[in-house]
């Protein structure tokens, strides 16, 4: 496998890999041609199943009457967790908390009592609301400070990473400070919504259509909630219309009453939830309440940090347990701290249960990380940049993380360096300053923030691959892997590390549906791990292939195998040059075999939870965002009028592909950090959930100039394939230039003496009240 993959670096600047190619299903998603679950043409007998939720957030169902639904309209069945033959739990973790159906206790507005099964969809829909429960209502604990407030019930155990004596190095330190940071939650808000279409077979087989980021945990789900072999569940995923996380563990539901409907019918049955129903239900980014305190000296170097990170994780455990862990594991960002004790709070709470999103924690752990330089910087009188550069990780002694991990590949310095140059930061931050002073009420603000992200899943046993390649013998190639693709290109990067090993065209390559009856037991596609994970285990498969082709050819020509090459196009054997469809058609006719499977697990990694200790990370990807934003102080309305990025990809597979995940990470994340908000009532009802109530960024909130340039000349330092690094999460990061950008334009109004200490989302309303907070600070 070493040989296969430094032969792939050696050929990547001749081939596909490494080139700009247009995501597979480009065209199709123009044109309206791209079929996802929804456009799948109606298997005969087709139903549709709906949910009953509950109106309450805490308390006991008394008593349910479903009467009413059953007698409904186009009614065919009704479905409550007595209909379920195997397990009612559909929790990801071993804790067994996701009921299906709530068989007693309501636990969040909105948790799935029943389920509803009708001729239409609307029927089922309309019939969902007709039953009428009796509760016996609680009043529910909704945020951290509640759940704190109450006792602090944890949903799952906390974790502690420290390093060093931070009592002594606090007490010693020449100066202190304390602070809270509130960071809100984000809803994923992918354009297709949960959606599942199971089919029963025979034997109780189920083919279960399913929009989801993990097929191989619906299709275990699936098989305990119906009481079969997970070898009697299929699950198929072609595509997804967006996922952010929100389809690794939130399409279980969904998957397993479509499922259960389908086996009591005995047809096909259908559940896709209303975008609003769909918001109600499914769990969100953590929302997080971080408290800190800080020892640093008069320069503005760190030199303790004690810090708590609350979360509210709604409900139930779900991933509640490695997204808090992984805040912690980036609470650092860039930043060597010479003691540090960091502690994971994650607090049950009457809402929804909240799970994986982009950046899964770390970006929450790096808006902590980054308060805490903005404290130090305004404590000391500094810049900002000026502070960050000084407390970067460096050399033997500065290089060892919280969590024990040598950073190896640090590059964060060059990067700042080289942004900064690039986008002129110096002067336009000057600029900027004599424009305030003769702006009175428009006020312009700069940030340049950088990102360092740990890539690998923490959980150890997730870090590995399968794959299946078919050779046919007109030459084509059937590829087949675990990764999902929900718009990210994970496919089209697969299919150009099969062309590039093979020396053929893409266009010879099917890239054909994920599938758990092709490759079992997959990893989720997630912690920006896709390409890393799938790119390699398809590797693994090709050479496989060609380890066979090579010793027929040098059988049947009678030539050395060293003597053997792919080419593109073609294959040299000695003085001669066959075609990749000639030499396929020979090796058939004398029973070479054609197929092959693939494998990779990441090297390098582990990881003691218990000890807090370990190398979990195979790698880090690095980057910097310079934003420049323009605030109103009357009204606390603002514009991001310019953002320049400079981002580590390695040697990019696909700069393409690798430039647009940059483009929407950063706006995702600029959504998250500035005007998504989610508000639930004092009942614990959701109220931002629909587009009219929740606010996406949209066309023209993106930045007037947007610069985003990949980092050259910059292979990763691990064997990853073709030195690439991923690019799904760190992106988003970078989007907390924006935040300190308007935290840079409110402290102009105090002359940059008062902290503003920006809450987020950092809304208008917001940023009115830290400029109002900071005038009246800066003049008392």
Known sequence: MADARKRLDQETSAGPLGTARIHDSATKHVAGEAVYIDDVAAPEGLVHAYLGLAQIAHGRLLSLDLEPVGVAPGVLAVLTAADIPGANDISSTHRHDEPVFST?????????????IAETREAARQAAALAKAVYDEAAPLLDVAAARAAGGELVTDPLKLERGDVAAAMAASPRRLKGSIAIGGQDHFYLEGQIALAIPGEDQDMLVLSSTQHPSEVQHMVAAVLGVGSHAVTVEVRRMGGGFGGKETQA???????ALAARKLKRPVKLRPDRDDDMVITGKRHDFVCDYEIGFDDNGRILAVDTVYGARCGWNADLSGPVTDRALFHMDNCYFYPAVRARSE?????????????????????????????????ATGKDPLEIRRLNLYGDAGRDITPYHQTVEDNIAGD???ELERRCDYRARQMAIREANAASPIVKRGIALTPVKFGISFTATWFNQAGALVHVYTDGTVALNHGGTEMGQGLYIKVAQVVAQSFGIDLEQIKITATTTGKVPNTSATAASSGSDLNGMAALDACETIKARLVAFAAKHWQERPDDIAFLPGRIRIGAREVAFKELIAAAYMARVQLSATGFYATPKIHWDRKAGRGHPFYYFAYGAAAAEVAIDTLTGEYKVERVDILHDCGTSMNPAIDRGQIEGGFIQGMGWLTTEELVWDEKGRLKTHAPSTYKIPVASDRPRIFNVDLLENAPNREPTIGRSKAVGEPPLMLAISVLHALSDAVASVGGHRVCPRLDTPATPERVLEAVERVRAEAAS
């Open 104 to 116: 007693g206790a309501i636990l969040h507005h909105g948790q799935p009592l029943f389920a509803v």
């Open 252 to 258: 279980n539901l969904f998957a397993c009453v479509a």
């Open 346 to 378: 994650p607090l049950r709470t009457h809402t929804v249960s909240n799970t994986a999103f982009r950046g899964f924690g770390g970006p929450q752990g790096m808006v902590g990380a980054e308060r805490f330089i903005e404290e130090v910087a305004f």
């Open 415 to 417: 990067v700042i360096a």
